[in-house]
């Protein structure tokens, strides 16, 4: 079991960084005045990772405010 483990992380960082050298073309994101640009593959990481943060907050104030609903005033 450990080697298909093993073997999956392999095959997804290959695939990572296959997706990373094909996507080396700059992309410029604005928001408000504010303008930068970055290879698309570091975009979509930096998305992939915001998106990661902010989904586990929501996550954890739902599940917080749950419990807080459940507890006897």
Partial sequence: MRKLYIG???????????????????????FFS????LPLSLLVFAIYVLGMLTGG???ASLRKGIDRARQPH
């Fill in 57 to 59: 907050f929501l996550f």
């Fill in 34 to 37: 504010v303008s930068i640009t």
């Fill in 8 to 30: 999956l992380i392999v095959v997804f960082t290959a695939l990572v960084l296959l997706f990373m050298f094909q996507n080396l073309q700059n992309a410029t994101i604005s």
